[in-house]
C-alpha cells in the first residue's frame, strides 16, 4: 500500500527532525514525504534538506505566505503546495503535521485497517501530549473523530469529499463527508502518536472568530452551533471561547459568507449532529 505523506511546515525547528526520524523509522516505509516549508525564519528548510541526503523519497517544497497562523486556510493552503508536486500513485494520502513522533508499526497497522475494509475512508493513531514528565491523551480527542494533525485518506475517499477545505473547520468536515459518502472512520486506540506542541498553542487572535464562522459555513444552524460551541468551550476551559464562537456565527451570518457544503449535505450533517447529541442522554 503506497502511502504519500504532506507535511506542512512553519518554524518547526524543534520538532521536523523528530517527525522525519519517526517516519524513516516505519516497518512499513512511506514511498513519498513532501514537506512544504511555509515562510519559516528558523532552522526548518536546512534541517529538512540535510534529512533528504539520505532518504530519497522526502522532498522539499519552500513557499511564501502570511506569517499569520490562521488556523484552517494557511495549513490548507500549504498542504496543497505540497499535494500538486506529488503524482495519483498513492493509495492513502496524508496530512501530517510537522510536531509529532509515530510508533514504528504506524503506517504498517493503518495499512492493516485499510486492507481489512475496504470501505474504511480514514483512520489514525490517538495524540499524546507531555505532561509533569508523563504522556497523556490530549482532552480533544475522541474515539470517533480523527484529530487534524494525523489526517490519513483512502485514495477515493479523499475525492468523494471533494479533497480539503481550506476553511477552519477543515479537519470535522471531511469527516462529515466522508459519513455522507459512506466511507466509514477508525481510530485505532493502541496507536498513541507523540503530539510534541498541543493544538491552538499558535493560533494568534485574529482567529478568534473562525471556529463559529465554521459552524456557520458547514450549515449547523443555530442550535447545534450553540451545543458545540458550550462543549468545546467547557473542554478548553474558556467561556470567552464560548462568546467568540457564537460571535462569529453571526459574523458569518450577517455576511451571508459562502457555505462549505450544499443543502442537502448540510442536511446529512445536522440530523448527524444531533443524533450525537441524543446519543448522549441515553
Not at 459568507?257 to 448522549?280: A, C, P
Request: hydrophobic share 35%; aromatic share 12%; proline share 2%.
Amino acid at each position: 500500500m503506497n502511502f504519500y505523506i504532506v507535511i506542512p511546515a512553519h518554524n518547526e525547528a524543534d520538532s521536523i527532525l523528530l517527525t522525519l526520524e519517526s517516519l524513516a523509522n516505519q516497518t512499513l516505509l512511506p514511498k513519498k514525504v513532501v514537506v512544504v516549508n511555509d515562510n519559516s525564519t528558523d532552522e526548518t528548510q536546512n534541517i529538512v534538506s540535510n534529512f533528504r541526503k539520505n532518504y530519497p523519497w522526502v522532498s522539499l517544497i519552500n513557499v511564501k505566505s502570511s506569517n499569520k497562523h490562521l488556523p484552517g486556510s494557511k495549513i490548507i493552503n500549504a498542504f496543497y503546495k505540497g499535494y500538486e508536486d506529488l503524482d495519483c500513485d498513492y493509495d492513502v494520502i496524508c496530512k501530517f503535521d510537522a510536531d509529532l513522533i509515530f510508533p514504528e508499526n504506524y503506517l504498517e497497522r493503518l495499512a492493516f485497517h485499510y486492507n481489512n475494509n475496504p470501505k474504511l475512508g480514514m483512520v489514525a493513531g490517538f495524540c499524546y501530549i507531555e505532561k509533569n514528565d508523563q504522556w497523556v491523551l490530549e482532552n480533544l480527542t475522541r474515539k470517533d473523530h480523527i484529530r487534524g494533525a494525523l489526517k490519513a485518506y483512502r485514495k477515493a475517499c479523499f475525492q468523494d469529499i471533494g479533497k480539503l477545505k481550506t476553511s477552519m473547520g477543515w479537519d470535522t468536515i471531511d469527516e462529515l463527508l466522508a459519513k455522507y459518502h459512506n466511507w466509514d472512520i477508525q481510530t485505532d486506540e493502541s496507536l498513541h502518536v507523540k503530539h510534541l506542541k498541543p493544538t491552538g498553542i499558535s493560533y494568534n487572535k485574529a482567529a478568534k472568530h473562525l471556529q463559529g464562522e465554521a459552524m456557520y459555513k458547514m450549515r449547523y444552524g443555530f442550535t447545534i452551533t450553540l451545543i458545540s460551541a458550550l462543549k468545546l468551550a467547557y473542554k478548553k476551559k474558556s467561556f470567552s471561547l464560548f462568546k467568540d464562537y457564537i460571535a462569529g456565527f453571526f459574523k458569518a451570518k450577517r455576511n451571508k459568507t459562502d457555505y462549505l457544503v450544499s443543502e442537502e449535505e448540510g442536511k446529512f450533517i445536522r440530523r448527524l449532529r444531533w443524533k450525537g447529541v441524543l446519543n448522549k442522554f441515553h
